[in-house]
């Protein structure tokens, strides 16, 4: 099939069932493979629904600014939908972040804005999230510009429920009992979980969040390394639609990053190893008779020179 522009490849990423990574006597898990979008992220998603849903409103018209604050993969998906539409993007990122990022942004004709680290390279914290917020507000105030936003922006939820979260219900047949995620913006988790929930309400949501920086469950407020993660409490955050909140710990995730890729063939971020600790968990939990879904957020070539793949 041919697509008339780039964005219309944007979704319908395939579903794999693990064949060695799903827990013994546990649930069938299964990844949906969101790296196989046009920048190697799910975040192509949010930035389409966020550009898409500024033009349906009037708030961004030709000539204008796109201005983004973001240390995960939001920067590179914008870059690539705003190139495609013929609008600027204007982007706020700390250097804690990998260098891959920065040049994936470039490459797609971003122009960059990036900002010192509280602790160095492949160290994230809660305050270089604030630091990005502030300065992407500065530069908001310019005339001629469009603030995406995304921690507050009103088109991710309804986006991720939508696209992603009916393609999971539709790609399960219906049969999902389980979906767990981790909490960047929370956005992705909000929207599948009402997509999900709306279907079947018994349907068990998990979230994760990084034990360096558990806002949600408490804990110590320091570094991690699931780089799009953002170790806070988001505006899109709602309790109500979450069944569970778990941390996870750097190791741990660092460790299933590279058994995903070695066992199963999947070769994806940080972020996804943290995804199916948390998957594996939910899925002993539920038991054998049910099916739980996450998601590999991202590509693992994002990430080259930073761990776990730079040690191997």
């Known amino acids: 099939m041919s697509a008339e522009t780039v964005l219309a ?26 790296y196989m979008n046009p920048t190697g992220s799910m975040k192509d998603r949010v930035a389409l629904s966020m550009i898409e849903g500024a ?22 998906a914008l870059a690539l939908v705003c190139r495609a539409k013929g609008y600027r993007a204007r982007i706020v990122i700390s250097e804690c972040f990998s260098e ?26 809660a305050q270089d999230i604030h630091n ?39 790609q399960t047949g219906g049969r999902i009992t ?10 992705s988790l909000m929207g599948v979980s009402e997509a999900l929930k709306a279907r079947n309400p018994a349907v068990q949501i998990g979230a994760l969040e990084p034990a360096g920086s558990a806002g949600i469950t408490g804990g110590p407020r320091g570094s991690f ?62 038991g054998p008779d049910a099916v739980v879904v996450t998601l590999a957020v991202d590509s693992g070539f994002k990430y080259m020179a930073d761990r776990p793949y730079a040690n191997l």
């Open 225 to 286: 390394a699931m780089q799009g993660w953002t170790g806070i409490v988001p505006p899109h955050w709602d309790p109500a639609r979450v069944d569970e909140v778990w941390p996870i710990e750097d190791d741990e995730a660092l460790e299933m990053t590279v058994r995903l890729a070695r066992e199963e063939g999947i070769f994806a971020g940080i972020s996804t190893g943290a995804n199916l600790v948390g998957a594996r968990r939910l899925a002993e939990m539920l």
């Open 100 to 125: 891959e990022r920065l040049q994936l942004m470039r490459a797609l004709g971003a122009e960059l804005d990036v900002i010192e680290a509280v602790e160095g390279p492949g160290r994230v914290t």
């Open 55 to 76: 033009e349906r409103d009037g708030l961004l018209e030709a000539g204008m600014t796109v201005v983004e604050y973001t240390g995960g993969s939001t920067g590179p």
């Open 178 to 187: 389980g979906f767990c995620h981790g909490i960047g913006t929370a956005g």
């Open 9 to 34: 490849t944007i979704g319908k990423t395939p579903i794999v069932r693990m064949r060695e990574l799903a827990p013994e006597n546990g649930a069938e898990v299964l990844v949906k493979l969101e």
């Open 132 to 170: 990005m917020v502030e300065r992407a507000g500065e530069l908001a105030r310019e005339p001629g510009t469009y603030a995406t936003d995304q921690f507050n922006n009103p088109y991710v939820v309804s986006g991720h429920r939508d696209m992603l979260g009916r393609e999971v219900w539709e």
